[in-house]
C-alpha cells in the first residue's frame, strides 16, 4: 500500500502563486504513475498533469500549460506542484493521486492511491 500525503494549499490572490507538495511512504517502489487531479464544486473531477513517478515524462491540460509546473525531490518521495499566474477558475479541491500500473493516463479512475485533498482558492 501507498500513503499519500498533500499539503500546501491555501487562499491567494489571482496572479500569485501556489506550491502543493505530495509525500508518499509505503511501498513506492511500485508506482509507476502519478498525477495532480483537481475538482470545483458541481465539476468532474479533471486532470491537472500526469506523468511518470520518477519524472521521465509530464503531460498537462491545456488550461494550466504554461503555469503549472511539476518537479520532484526523488530522494524524499515527494512530487511538487508549482502554479503561477492563478486564475479564479483554478479554485477547486486538488488531489494528487498515484498507480502501480504501467502506463500514463489521465483517467482519474486509473488510480489507485490517492491523497486526501487540498483546497485551492484563488479570489479575484
Known amino acids: 500500500q501507498v500513503q499519500l500525503v498533500e499539503s500546501g494549499g491555501g487562499l491567494v490572490q489571482a496572479g500569485g502563486s501556489l506550491r502543493l507538495s505530495c509525500a508518499a511512504s509505503g511501498r513506492t517502489f511500485s508506482i509507476y504513475s502519478m498525477g495532480w487531479f483537481r475538482q470545483a464544486p458541481g465539476k468532474e473531477r479533471e486532470f491537472v498533469s500526469v506523468?511518470?513517478?520518477?519524472?521521465?515524462?509530464?503531460y498537462y491540460a491545456d488550461s494550466v500549460k504554461g503555469r503549472f509546473t511539476v518537479s520532484r525531490d526523488n530522494a524524499e518521495n515527494t512530487v511538487y506542484l508549482q502554479m503561477n499566474s492563478l486564475k479564479p477558475e483554478d479554485t477547486a479541491v486538488y488531489y494528487c493521486?498515484?498507480?502501480?500500473?504501467?502506463?500514463?493516463?489521465?483517467?482519474?479512475?486509473?488510480?489507485?492511491?490517492w491523497g486526501q485533498g487540498t483546497q485551492v482558492t484563488v479570489s479575484s
Open positions: 493521486a498515484v498507480g502501480a500500473v504501467i502506463g500514463i493516463t489521465t483517467r482519474p479512475e486509473d488510480y489507485n492511491y
Open positions: 506523468g511518470s513517478w520518477t519524472g521521465g515524462s509530464t
